[in-house]
């Protein structure tokens, strides 16, 4: 069964400092993986996936991830985290067939301070 | 890019009664279409998958009597929750992949309270 981790229910950043968010997954195929981020009661946005490739990846809002097979983790980042930034974060592991889930982490809620 | 709107965002209702949430793909032929449910503070917890013509695929411990989903056509996909209660309230959000898309695309969600 696929699963997704994200250890850390909080990060605390200060405006401008660098961000790194964490997310390992366990997939038993050749994972597809996407960033989302939610702000309170609104829906998902996606900030970037990865299907192939490069396994850097780049998004909006200035993120990119990378997926790193030998650790099975694809973390997110940002070199200057802005107070517009904080929301709740989403890993996500999905596969290729149309009818497939995605599976979520239990999300990481970014506080961004002064 | 791929757009899917869900309405209502809000609903109030009555205990006992029913409510409908729809979500439509809009510039897309949603093949597929998934119900979430979300508690404050928490991930997304998948409640069903609906292909366009089928009948729904719930997961376990999900009443598919109380949460009617239907899946008429390739842009239209319905939740109803029948005979809401209190404990019903919560956020549903609905997503939506295009046959032959790798992504996913979410609604903005519904927040619905049974009071």
């Known amino acids: 069964a696929q699963s997704v981790t994200q250890p850390d229910i909080h990060i605390t950043v200060s405006e401008g400092a660098s961000l790194e968010l964490r997310c390992n997954y366990s997939?038993?195929?050749?994972?597809?993986l996407f960033w989302y981020v939610q702000s309170p009661g609104q829906g998902l946005q996606l900030l970037l996936k990865?299907?192939?490739?490069?396994?850097l990846v780049q998004g909006i809002k200035g993120f990119e991830a990378e997926f790193k097979r030998s650790q099975s983790s694809f973390n997110l980042r940002k070199p200057s985290v802005h107070w517009s930034d904080a929301a709740e974060y989403f890993c996500a592991v999905g596969a290729a067939s149309p009818g497939s889930t995605l599976t979520f982490g239990k999300g990481t809620m970014l506080l961004v301070s002064p | 890019g791929a757009v899917v709107s869900q309405h209502p965002s809000r609903v109030i209702c009555k205990s006992g009664t029913s409510v409908k949430i729809e979500c439509r793909s809009l510039d897309f032929q949603a093949t597929t279409m998934f119900w979430y449910r979300q508690f404050p503070k928490q991930s997304l917890m998948l409640m069903a998958t609906?292909?366009?013509?089928?009948?729904?695929?719930?997961e376990q411990g999900v009443e598919k009597d109380k949460f009617l989903i239907n899946h008429a056509s390739l842009t239209l996909s319905t939740l109803t929750v029948t005979s809401a209660h209190p404990e019903d309230s919560s956020f549903y959000i609905c997503?939506?992949?295009?046959?032959?898309?790798?992504?996913?695309?979410f609604g903005s969600g519904t927040r619905l309270t049974v009071v």
């Open positions: 990865y299907f192939s490739g490069d396994t």
């Open positions: 997939y038993g195929a050749t994972p597809y």
């Open positions: 997503s939506a992949r295009g046959q032959w898309s790798l992504g996913y695309t």
């Open positions: 609906s292909n366009e013509g089928s009948k729904a695929t719930y």
